[in-house]
């Protein structure tokens, strides 16, 4: 596929650059970015006003090998990952860890270089943006993970700002329910032969 | 786009479903007898009444009053039979954030082969006046059912079930997930065809984040069933009559939903057993550290083994007697019915299932010999290293009975010393007395030296003196010696869970002499000893020693001593043992710290 014709939403663009922004991928060709931080930081963003076309919704999954927790993840944000792997600008990497656990990495190929150089300064500052710190406009405002925590949290080096990012605390609604009882269930339960 | 709750986006609600009812399903561990004591506790036979229910423990019998953590789920028994099953109606009341109302009813179901079947009936969404909810806001409901049902049912588990589902969700299991069935009347977006769901982008995405991977989605009926490897989502004006299937076809989807958790610990209960290799090889080159972490890794994992094998015996019993009950239905009235298919790919699906849970237990027994042999060596390592200690003991033994000799002889010569010291003190008395050198004759004491009998008698005087004093001296270092080893010592094993911010204050008012904290692992051991207070009724005290593990909040072992024989020791360790609870160093609870 001729990479110099492929056309990328605004989201996708947005992404390819986040992720060779974080694996400094020209200069460092052999440095992939972990699947749950770039997650971390695709939350963040959305939520910063990033990634227009994203929303998020907690899922339960396994979390830094410490368990099932519900994990704010971007559907959108996978489905454009797996696209970007589709047309041959990303790549992934699958490993195992110390934990109960396996970690997909992720890295720009050699051909997103072309494309990269082709995004506009527009798509780059807006991501560039959630590494500047909101209180000494410093570029030192870089993602903290805490594994035993299980938190992440946006922390400037200048200034130590920090900002926490509720990756794995589901929001809430309101609502009412009832209680609905199975009719094919205890003293509800009717045979098998009356059902159909 | 709407704004929801306290969600941090502006959602795009491409999917909304009609009339939404929502079954969640699990597997846990159960048996018969479980099942009965469950209805124990729900006191089944007053089931119009309810109760509230908690996993809160009575440790204090003696106590007139407790208190709860301030959440109430209220569970009214519908129907039950003591050692089969219990359908009930719950009322849950947990915490949420603020400007968040939730109102939170549901049936739930659970019988003797641990099928756990939640239901809710969604009256009312956040910003939805009609009967219609979006799949985005869906996800965030399922979830929070999700995790309050959990907490729902972990105050009706025995304490041996909640061990068993924190060992498989690593001490997660609140947030463990269950199968989930969406059923609702209408869905707003409705396809040329059934694949138009699968669409790779929005569509897709939404219905994803709902149900996980999307699998497949057939035109049933009037509606759709749409397939995921988490959940189902069934569009239909009559679910009524798919019902059934759609539970048992649930369940054995939450068998294998558990099965992948359960998988996952004994992997890497294996890689750990790796691990561990290299660490008993560390602990034959003498590293003494890596074979108390094996042996710790070791006691823990046979453990774990045992439990998980525990398991495994559940899910046999359970997925047997689930196709027991399937096999009961009438063959002839599902010749030509379309469920007979789902029946048959259900029990496809459970035949499936046990071998994985056949083949898992290979694994197990793979695991526990492999760490039976791991456990062998370590033994032969740790008697290796008490051979050398005991060794080591003999040899320090051997040099301090050597040294007790050489202390004998110098105390002997001292002995000897002391008499030659004594005789000299006699004869400067007597000297001072009678005068060392002329003595005139004029005198009657001259008169006496200068006669045999005078002579004769000072000599028996100096003699008689000599061995007064010599008497003296020996008694009095007796004495001494007697009153240094009269002592009573105390040493008594607590074995007690303890508040430390409380030990810690009984401590300070205390004139501490030696405190020593002692770090392995997680564990912070500290020995503090430290003088008695100084009060009238207080028996007579030289120290008391604390041992504790300030990170376990646990009193391990306390040692005191005291100069006066006639003291009871066990008066001695009561009359502390008060001090310290009157000091409300066994108050553990936290919010008891808190009230």
Redesign the interface.
Known sequence: MNTDELELTIEQKELLYLISRLTDHLNCPDTWVKETPLQALMFHAIRKGLFNDYDYAPISSSFLGQGRKFVNISKEGEDDLGDLRELGLLETIRLSSSKPDFITGYRPTIRSAKQLSQFTNEVKSRIDSLFICPKCNEPTFNLVIDVDSSSFLMKCKSCSYNEDIPLIEPEDVSYSTKAYFFKTLGKHKTPREDTK | MTA??????V??EVIKLKNV???LIEWLPFDRNQLSALNIKLDSLHKRRGHIVTAIKDDSPENLIFKDSGVSCKVIV???QPSE???F??SLNFP??A?????????G?INSWGRV?Y????????NSSDEWVSL??L???I?????DTSQMIDSLLTEYQRNLLDLV????SS???KYLLIMAEDISIRPETPDGFLD???L???I???IGVLHKVEKIDDGYLIRGN?GQIVISNHV??F??TL?ESGFSSAIKIFLD?YS??I??LW?ESR?IEKDIDKAMLGDITSLTKAQNWIARASSDAIMLGDILSYLRDSISDFIEDLTK??PT??KD?P?LLELKQIMNDSQITTKRVNDTQKVIHGLESKMMALRDFSNTLAEKHMRKLSDSMAQNTKSLSQMTESNNRASDALSIIELILAGSVIIDIVLVLVGEYAIPEWTWLGQLFSSGIGNLLIMLITVTLWIGVFVFLRLSKRKLESTAVKRQLGSNVIGKRCNVAALERFIEGRNVTLRNTDREGDSRIVTVTCEPSSKKDQPELDYITLLYDASERFLIQMDFETPDMTLDLDECYEHILKEMVGAGVFNNLDYDESC
Request: glycine share 6%; proline share 0%.
């Open positions: 929801v709750g306290n969600i941090g986006d959602l795009t009812k929502i079954a519908e129907d039950f099953y219990v359908s109606h719950a949420e954030d400007g968040i109302i939730q109102k939170e009813e549901l049936s179901h079947v239901g809710a009936d969604i009256v009312e969404v956040e985005d806001v996800t965030r409901i979830v929070d059912l999700t995790m969700f690593m001490d997660e947030k463990r997930s790779g982008e929005e897709q995405n939404e994803e984040q709902v988490v009524n009559e019902e059934q539970l958790d996952a610990i992997w890497h890689d691990l239905e009438d009235r599902l019915d469920i």
